[in-house]
């Protein structure tokens, strides 16, 4: 069984550019979740789908961050424009449900966006 | 959102123990989890802990819980080079899915 998996592994773009990142969760996976490490800093909590609705985005930093989920399989992270602050990792997870518990979420690598 | 504090770096000679410490504030965890990260790789669920359990043992890995003090750790017995890595304590918060992570401790094994 295929991963977690992201999409680029690592991306460098000038400040004001526009970068999309792709999660493809493992399948049968409902939950799929984007979480952000900001050099030497804790793993932040971005968004969670259920399937392709939003289920929590409170951990959105601002409407520069687009995410979608369209069809409930992969998901994408759009940063539109960019800035520097938004270097960092950027991961996601996805976990499934059984008899409406969630599970143990597992990790892709990755993606290490540098803005410069 | 809830705060997970954890040491940042440790340093063991191979073949001795090691103790990542981590300290939370969610006191309504149902599962407290620590997940390691080797380098270029992403994050795997090494083991968790109910909240009801004071203590865990996993072959290497003791895992130890104080919900008074909010207080977790991570033993790991026999600590091998290939142990080095990066290893986040995580607790989900009282209401959703996601996880609140700690920082990190970065475990440097030296021969």
């Not at chain 2, 083991?47 to 290497?60: A, C, L, V, W």
Request: charged share 20%; hydrophobic share 30%.
């Amino acid at each position: 069984e295929a991963g977690v998996t992201q999409f680029p592994s690592h991306s460098v773009i000038e400040k004001g550019q526009t970068v999309t990142l792709r999660c493809d969760p493992i399948s049968g996976h409902d939950n799929l979740y984007w979480y952000r490490r900001v050099m030497g800093k804790e793993i932040k909590f971005l968004l969670h789908f259920v399937k392709e609705s939003k289920q929590d985005e409170s951990g959105m930093p601002n409407n520069r961050f687009l995410a979608e989920r369209t069809g409930g399989t992969y998901s994408t992270l759009k940063v539109q424009p960019a800035e520097l602050e938004d270097s960092g990792v950027y991961f996601c997870a996805s976990s499934r449900m059984v008899r409406g518990m969630n599970t143990e979420a597992f990790f892709g690598q990755g993606t290490r966006l540098t803005v410069v | 959102g809830e705060d997970v504090e954890q040491s940042l770096f440790l340093s063991v000679r191979e073949g001795d123990s090691s103790v990542i410490n981590c300290t939370y504030t969610d006191s309504s965890s149902t599962y407290l989890y620590w997940y390691k990260q080797e380098p270029g790789a992403g994050l795997q669920l090494l083991t968790y802990i109910f909240s009801n359990m004071d203590m865990k043992q996993d072959q290497r890995l003791t895992v130890l819980l104080n919900k008074k003090d909010k207080h977790l750790s991570l033993r790991i017995a026999d600590t091998q080079t290939g142990d080095s890595a990066i290893y986040f304590c995580a607790d989900p918060p009282d209401s959703g899915y996601a996880l609140n992570f700690g920082k990190g401790t970065s475990l440097l094994v030296t021969p």
